[in-house]
């Protein structure tokens, strides 16, 4: 596979270049535009609103209680929102077939946006309704991908529809049994550390090292397909622990030899040698959140005096968050005809990202009577990051590449 996200599909040109030459107005005309710019701006609206409720500052009538609230919406938000954006753009270059463009488009973009609104005010709408609806995004998003995978044989990218519906089976549950909201969760965003996983695995080395020989690095970094299939299975075995007994030894032992794993794999990719390359280096540190959270959840589970919140926080705020914001500020240059280079604005918000994961994973674990600052400072610098990146992106993404090319 190809790890670099798409340039626009030939196929889908046509139209979307005269609707480009017409308006100047591109949001439309590829996947990754609309979704990514909506998970800029829920990240933007969404973490100062939490921030407030969990401080007292601030009562909405939300259709969910606060705290399930901000989880649900993290993973079928803004994280949902991303992958959306990555995998509408992916997934032509990976099958060559015509990118995913005006009308389906919107209609995918609208039944996001309809979930986000009806779980946010409370409505008159039965629940079942409410749920429906909420459900609806990401089998229609799996539909949308399907028949273009399996048309061009792609088999091994099938896997990311098997995700998809695994995450639609965890909003199902969630929605299904609301005193078990909190393991839904959990295991909804296992499934999307298990796509972190897979990606990081195929994405960063191949980035790493066409740059590093860009420079004149002399460098190789040599596949290890024992080592990958191995991380693979741990990750796999990580989700199925999940599912059905995410708080025993076992869950503890597996966490922990998957943080061993990422961190082998992540020592193999010469990071060290990417310091002068933010687009580079965010992505390797985003793949090194995924070993503290992993170690931080063993321990925990092994009985350390820890808050339950820190390893979740850290795979959150720190992979999750730092691998979607890297990845969309790379892929928002990349796919509009831009050179590949972080402006310096893009670079303060890496690191206020980075400070916000450190703030929330490490202040309560250091001065738990401090929580009211922890949550503020980590809510303020991730709104900072987010809204760094709305002021430089959202005018790359609505309108049409500086090449003139379409897409």
């Known amino acids: 596979m190809n790890p670099q996200l798409p340039q626009a599909s030939p196929i889908a040109a046509t139209s979307a270049g005269k609707r480009c030459e017409a308006s100047g107005f591109a949001l439309f005309d590829y996947g990754f535009r609309p979704f990514f710019l909506l998970a800029a701006i829920h990240a933007v609206l969404a973490i ?8 007292a500052r601030l009562e909405l009538p939300l259709a969910l209680p606060p705290l399930v609230w901000h989880a649900h919406e993290m993973l079928y938000g803004f994280v949902a929102a991303a992958i959306a954006g990555f995998l509408l753009t992916a997934v032509p ?4 077939r015509r990118g995913y463009a ?5 209609l995918l973009v609208l039944l996001w946006c309809a979930g986000r609104v009806l779980l946010a005010v409370p409505t008159p709408l039965p629940a079942t309704i409410v749920a429906a609806i909420d459900l609806a995004f990401l089998p229609a998003l799996a539909l949308t991908l399907l028949p273009a995978l399996l048309r061009s044989g792609n088999r091994r990218n099938l896997m990311f529809v098997a995700a998809l519906t695994a995450l639609f ?6 929605h299904s049994f ?3 909201a909190i393991d839904a969760l959990h295991f909804g965003f296992g499934v999307v550390l298990l796509m972190l996983v897979v990606l990081g695995k195929r994405m960063i080395p191949a980035f790493t090292s066409a740059r590093l020989k860009e420079l004149g690095h002399d460098i190789a970094i040599r596949r290890r397909p024992l080592l990958d299939r191995f991380a693979l299975l741990l990750a796999v075995t990580y989700l199925a622990v999940e599912a059905v007994a995410p708080a025993g030894r076992v869950a503890a032992l597996t966490a922990l030899g998957l943080a061993l794993a990422v961190g082998l794999l992540l020592a193999r990719w010469h990071g060290h040698r990417t310091l002068g390359e933010p687009l580079l280096w965010v992505l390797h540190i985003a793949y ?12 925990l589970l092994f009985g350390a005096n820890l808050p339950a919140s820190a390893w979740l926080h850290a795979l959150t705020t720190g992979a999750m968050a730092t691998m979607i914001l890297g990845v969309m500020s790379r892929a ?6 831009r050179p590949l280079r972080a402006p310096p604005a893009i670079v303060l918000a890496y690191a206020a990202l980075s400070g916000a ?3 929330r994973v490490c202040g309560p674990i250091f001065h738990g009577d401090a929580w009211n600052l922890w949550i503020a400072s980590s809510a303020s610098l991730w709104t900072l990051a987010f809204g760094l990146f709305l002021g430089c992106y959202a005018p790359i993404l609505w309108q049409p590449r500086i090449d003139g090319r379409p897409g």
């Open 169 to 174: 089976g965890a909003n199902i549950w969630f």
């Open 48 to 55: 100062p609103i939490w921030a407030l409720l969990a401080t």
């Open 178 to 180: 609301p005193e078990q």
């Open 102 to 106: 005006g009308k389906p488009l919107i």
């Open 288 to 299: 090194a959140w995924i070993v503290v959270a992993l170690v931080l959840k063993a321990a």
């Open 332 to 337: 928002a240059l990349g796919h509009t005809g």
């Open 357 to 359: 994961a450190a703030i």
């Open 93 to 96: 270059s990976w099958t060559g």
